[in-house]
């Protein structure tokens, strides 16, 4: 896709979830396209390579929650894979700092190679397994906000997050069409230190795609125990 077609197309659909795109950001966000559709050739990120459904289910998707952070504030993207929401987020927001999280170190290598190449200054990739990266004191109960896009069902969503956020900080759980799981996981989330805020539906620009973003706050500490060891979250949801 040519630059001026890609340029029109992202600044139209991110005006209408009110994100307004300077021409440096937009830039970056044609980089950013091409450097995936590179390396997803090398190995598998995305099945998404119509450059049109990358600005709209990639781009667009992972701006929806952009409005919802404050500059200055700290971000944790978890099991972030190709780097969504993360990095659309931390080049619109330069005054955020985000950590990219995830558990494969050749999707982290990756990661830092978007970094550097779009001269991302306030946005590190890290590989580890969440399980054990939130037992880590430097980052446990650090971040304002925690947010991660179709990873897990909210009950295990809600053990990895929670345990990284501050008290008074929140999750952002990016979600799809169907959110049936919220009534199962409000036992984990108010064990854990959260409750459910809010739930908001989303439909994606020019399209009938539904999301939702449901936002926990968190009002107490996490348990010491949380999260379990790797795999029993998913094993054993609480």
């Not at 459904?53 to 990639?58: A, N, P």
């Amino acid at each position: 896709m040519e630059f001026i077609v890609f340029s029109e197309e992202l600044k139209r659909k991110a005006k209408q979830i009110d994100i307004f795109l300077e021409e440096k950001q937009i830039e970056k966000f044609y980089q950013y396209m091409n450097l995936l559709l590179e390396w997803n050739e090398k190995m598998n990120l995305t099945a998404i390579t119509d450059p049109k459904e990358i600005i709209l289910k990639h781009f667009i998707d992972s701006l929806t929650m952009a409005n919802k952070i404050k500059e200055g504030e700290t971000l944790i993207d978890v099991g972030t894979g190709a780097g969504f929401p993360g990095i659309p987020l931390a080049i619109v927001k330069q005054e955020v700092k985000i950590t990219l999280l995830d558990s494969l170190n050749k999707r982290v290598h990756f990661l830092q190679e978007v970094i550097q190449v779009l001269q991302l200054n306030n946005i590190r990739a890290v590989h580890a397994r969440v399980e054990e990266f939130a037992k880590n004191k430097k980052e446990r109960e650090q971040y304002d906000i925690a947010t991660s896009r179709a990873v897990a069902p909210l009950n295990v969503l809600a053990e990895y997050l929670l345990p990284l956020v501050k008290i008074g900080g929140k999750c952002v759980c990016m979600k799809g069409s169907n959110i049936e799981e919220i009534k199962q996981a409000e036992k984990a989330v108010t064990l854990l230190g959260g409750e459910i805020k809010q739930i908001e539906e989303i439909t994606l620009p020019e399209s009938d795609m539904k999301r939702h973003i449901i936002l926990l706050e968190k009002i107490k500490q996490t348990p010491s125990k949380y999260p379990r060891k790797p795999g029993t979250p998913s094993k054993e949801p609480i």
